[in-house]
């Protein structure tokens, strides 16, 4: 299980990748709807160029995509969590009340090893998503072309997707990927 950081949710194809990860049950994908509401308020803010409606259809297909995702009851916890930034307090909160194993972010400064319960790591998403690819090389490499082949706005190749995940920090993910599928 691992619950994902607004900004691991942020870049599109990384969250497509994500969503259509856990989708394929090779992990439960967890957050709170305080770290949706962070990523998206990003998004139209950062990207006036994106209708916010479609923005807003996007939110919504995520809960109806993995509608147990959304973690609950972590706010009487923030409190008692000391981080190096107190924003990304909930975030933990909401880790440890899910029981997460990995709590997926690109702030790893943000979740110091000394803060993490035992038995739980912060991962960047490329650290992530190389674990799902040790485990089922095979599996994951199938998302990846399903993902690649269901881009329509604009069309992908797989190759193509794969170039944008490297863009987006998946280097050593993207390199296994390419070894998976031969």
Known sequence: MAL??????YPARLRDLL???????????RWSEQILDECFENLIADRPDLPAENLHRNRDL???ALPD????????????LDLPD????????????????FLVSANLADFPAGSMPAGAAALSPDDFV???IHADPEAVAAVVDDQAAALRSPPLT???????????GLTKSVDAVRRAMG
């Open 19 to 29: 969503v259509r990860l856990a989708i394929a049950g090779l992990y439960q994908a």
């Open 86 to 101: 107190p924003d990304d307090r909930h975030v933990l909160a909401a880790a440890l009340v899910a029981g997460a194993e």
């Open 130 to 132: 190389l674990k799902l």
């Open 158 to 168: 797989t190759t193509e997707l794969l170039a944008g995940l490297e863009i987006v």
């Open 62 to 64: 995520l809960t109806i």
């Open 4 to 9: 994902l950081d607004a900004n691991v949710l």
């Open 69 to 80: 995702a959304v973690v609950t009851d972590y706010q009487e916890l923030v409190a008692t």
